[in-house]
């Protein structure tokens, strides 16, 4: 199984400010990653997919790097709606798997 | 537009069995795998499973293997999980989604199934 591990567990940051999040492999996924936000009573969301692509209607703020092992989503000029937890998803290999994810708090 | 609608929150007692769905529309039922993510009280999500509509082909977590069963009526473009012997620990809310082929695109998803196991 790859294992997911994401960095920081939480993130506390000022509205305009800038988030690193992390995601590291346990073995290469290609660029088989995604990028979800989650907030309290909601379903996942995506943001970004393949790694870097940002999905319909998210705003260029949110960007995503990384191929391989190491992986990173940088959300620009935090909002307060950015809000919430992060968890990156590999489908490289079976069985898919998520981080442990990262609280965001603006 | 696309949809994927979950039945209601069920509660259970051990040993019951259970049976949670996802009704799909707005696209080809057949066209693309449904799968089912986990997420148990105040954690993270886990990703179950996933069947194919077309033929069946299921494919399960090997930590979940045997626990649960996926399967799909494709006449009425739901899918289904399904418990033959719920525990304690099932409790958990319960996502269908439907991933896209050959890249990590997970754009739709249901709105959960909250499933509370107690005697």
């Known amino acids: 199984e790859t294992v997911l591990t994401q960095s920081p567990a939480t993130l506390s940051l000022s509205p305009g400010e800038r988030a690193t999040l992390s995601c590291r492999a346990s073995q290469s996924v290609s660029v088989l990653l995604a990028w979800f936000q989650q907030k309290p009573g909601q379903a996942p969301r995506v943001l970004i997919y393949d790694a870097s692509n940002r999905a319909t209607g998210i705003p260029a703020r949110f960007s995503g790097s990384g191929s391989g092992t190491d992986f990173t989503l940088t959300i620009n000029s935090l909002e307060p709606e950015d809000s919430a937890v992060y968890y990156c998803l590999q489908r490289g290999s079976w069985p898919w798997t998520f981080g442990q994810g990262t609280k965001v708090e603006i | 537009e696309v949809q994927l609608v979950q039945s209601g929150t069920e509660v259970g007692k051990p040993g019951e069995s259970l049976k949670i769905s996802c009704k799909a529309s707005?696209?080809?039922?057949?066209?693309?795998?449904i799968g089912w993510v986990r997420q148990m009280p105040g954690k993270g999500l886990e990703w179950m499973g996933i069947?194919?509509?077309?033929?069946?082909?299921?494919r399960y977590n090997p930590s979940l293997q045997g626990q649960v069963t996926l399967s799909v009526d494709r006449s009425i473009s739901t899918a289904y999980l399904q418990w033959s012997s719920l525990k304690a620990s099932d409790t958990a809310i319960y996502y269908c989604?439907?991933?896209?082929?050959?890249?990590?695109?997970?754009?739709?998803w249901g709105q959960g199934t909250l499933v509370t196991v107690s005697s």
């Open positions: 069947i194919n509509p077309s033929d069946f082909d299921s």
């Open positions: 707005g696209y080809t039922f057949t066209n693309n795998w």
């Open positions: 989604a439907r991933p896209e082929t050959g890249i990590s695109l997970i754009s739709h």
